[in-house]
C-alpha cells in the first residue's frame, strides 16, 4: 500500500517503517500517525513478520508533532475530535518494535522513540521535550515515560529547562539501549531486528509482554506474572524444539507455535 508520510516495506521477517515529511522534519501530522498506525495494524497481522524497526531520515527521527497543524486549535475541537487519539497505537503492538533514532528526536518524536521496547540511537541522535519553549507540556508520556527510563532528575531537566540530550548522555542516562556509527544505524537496527525475528514469535511477544508489566505492578506481582508465563511456554512446540536442539547441538527451527 503506498503511503503519502512513512514508507513502509518488508525486510525479510522484519517490517521496517521510515517517516518520511522530509520538508518538515518529520513533524507528526494526523496523516504520519495515522498511517503508521495502519503499517503497525499490518505488519502485526503478519505471522511472518517477527520485528518492526521505525526509523526516520539521517537529519530528523521526528522534529515533533507538527506544531502547525495544531497551532490554532480550540480546547473544543481538540477534545470532540480526540485530537491525537492514535498517537498510542505503537505501545499496543504486541510484537518487538525497536526505534532507530537519528538526528533530532524531539517532543512527540522523542515520545514516539520511547514507546517503542528500545532505541538503537546514532551518534548523531539528540533527544529533547522542548515543548515548555512553546507554552506548553509534553503530552504523550514525557513526563511519565521518559521518568521511567531516566529517573526525575534528567526528565526535570528536559520538560523544565527544554534542553536537549546528545546520543552518549542518552545512553548513560538509560533512554538508549546502545548507540552506533552515523551511516550504520538501519542496518544495526535490522540485524537487531532479524535476531529477534529469527527467535519464537509466541517467545519473543510472552517476553515483551512480561518486562512491559513491570511497569505497571509491583515487584512481587510481576515476578509471579513472569514464572506464569514461563509455565505457559511448556506449552508451545517452540519451547520442546529450542531445548531439544540445544540438545541435539543443531540450530532451531521455530514454527511459532
Ligand atoms: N512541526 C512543524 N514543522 C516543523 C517542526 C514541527 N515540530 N519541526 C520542524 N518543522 C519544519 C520547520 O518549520 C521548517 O519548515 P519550513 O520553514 O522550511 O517550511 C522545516 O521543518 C525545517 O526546520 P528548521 O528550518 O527549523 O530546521 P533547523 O535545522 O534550523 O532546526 C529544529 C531544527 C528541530 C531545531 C527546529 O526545527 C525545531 O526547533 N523544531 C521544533 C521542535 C519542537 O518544538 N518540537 C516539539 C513540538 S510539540 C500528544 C501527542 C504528542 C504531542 C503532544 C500531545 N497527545 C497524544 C495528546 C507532542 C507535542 C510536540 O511534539
Given at each position: 500500500?503506498?503511503?503519502?508520510?512513512?514508507?513502509a516495506e518488508k525486510k525479510g521477517?522484519?517490517?521496517?517503517?521510515?517517516?518520511?515529511?522530509?520538508?518538515?522534519?518529520?513533524?507528526?501530522?494526523?496523516?504520519l500517525i495515522d498511517e503508521l498506525a495502519q503499517a503497525l495494524d499490518k505488519f502485526e497481522a503478519n505471522d511472518k513478520i517477527g520485528c518492526i524497526v521505525v526509523t526516520?531520515?539521517?537529519?530528523?527521527?521526528?522534529?515533533?508533532?507538527d506544531i502547525k497543524e495544531m497551532q490554532a486549535k480550540t480546547y473544543m475541537e481538540a477534545y470532540k475530535e480526540d485530537f491525537l487519539k492514535r498517537w498510542e497505537r505503537i505501545t499496543h503492538c504486541r510484537i518487538p518494535v525497536i526505534a532507530a533514532v537519528s538526528g533530532y528526536a524531539l517532543g512527540g518524536g522523542c515520545e514516539?522513540?520511547?514507546?517503542?521496547?528500545?532505541?538503537i540511537?546514532?551518534?548523531?541522535?539528540?533527544?529533547?521535550?522542548?515543548?515548555?519553549?512553546?507554552?506548553?507540556?509534553?503530552g504523550a508520556g514525557g513526563t511519565q515515560r521518559l521518568a521511567r527510563s531516566i529517573g526525575k532528575a534528567k526528565t526535570m531537566d528536559m520538560c523544565l529547562t527544554g534542553r536537549n540530550m546528545d546520543a552518549e548522555e542518552a545512553e548513560r542516562a538509560g533512554l538508549v539501549?546502545?548507540?552506533?556509527?552515523?551511516?550504520?544505524?538501519?542496518?544495526?537496527?535490522?540485524?537487531?531486528?532479524?535476531?529477534?525475528?529469527?527467535?519464537?514469535?509466541?517467545?519473543?511477544?510472552?517476553?515483551?509482554?512480561?518486562v512491559n508489566v513491570a511497569f505497571e505492578t509491583s515487584l512481587a506481582e510481576g515476578v509471579r506474572f513472569e514464572r506464569r508465563m514461563f509455565h505457559s511456554m511448556f506449552a508451545t512446540d517452540d519451547q520442546k524444539e529450542g531445548m531439544s536442539a540445544f540438545a541435539e547441538k543443531r540450530s532451531a527451527n521455530f514454527k511459532n507455535s
Open positions: 500500500m503506498a503511503y503519502e508520510c512513512i514508507i521477517k522484519v517490517g521496517l517503517i521510515k517517516l518520511n515529511r522530509p520538508d518538515a522534519l518529520n513533524a507528526l501530522n494526523s496523516m526516520g531520515s539521517e537529519k530528523a527521527f521526528a522534529a515533533g508533532a514516539l522513540a520511547r514507546m517503542c521496547d528500545f532505541i540511537a546514532s551518534s548523531s541522535a539528540v533527544f529533547g521535550q522542548p515543548e515548555i519553549n512553546l507554552g506548553v507540556m509534553p539501549s546502545r548507540v552506533v556509527k552515523e551511516g550504520n544505524l538501519v542496518d544495526e537496527a535490522l540485524k537487531a531486528g532479524d535476531k529477534i525475528a529469527s527467535l519464537s514469535r509466541p517467545a519473543t511477544m510472552m517476553a515483551k509482554e512480561a
